[in-house]
């Protein structure tokens, strides 16, 4: 599985899928990262790759002692149903 990175110039974290980059928009302030939109290139949804982003995108989040905040639908069912993120939930 492709690494997950931080594009601070463009406020989002990244992940190389082959078909395109899948990508996770954020706002980042006073410690908390609000998560805008998800998206994934549409030749590839429903393989995994958006759950890939999101593990990536928190594991880099609890890293920097970041919290939380998933405006995103995608990512607030992720964070939902993958309980050992819920310390990272604002």
């Known amino acids: 599985m492709a690494e997950v990175r931080d594009n601070p110039a463009l406020n989002r974290f990244e ?4 078909a395109g980059v899948a990508f996770a928009t954020y706002r980042r302030a006073d410690g908390v990262l609000t998560v805008l939109h998800s998206e994934v290139p549409a ?14 995108m928190l594991d880099l989040a609890r890293a920097e002692r970041l919290k939380v905040r998933p405006l995103c639908g995608f990512v607030a069912r992720y964070m939902t149903t993958h309980p050992e993120y819920g310390d990272l939930r604002q």
Do not use: E, Y
Not at 15 to 18: I, K, N, S, V
Not at 43 to 56: I, N, Q
């Open 15 to 18: 992940m190389d899928t082959g």
């Open 43 to 56: 030749a590839l949804k429903g393989r995994g790759l958006g759950s890939a982003l999101v593990r990536g």
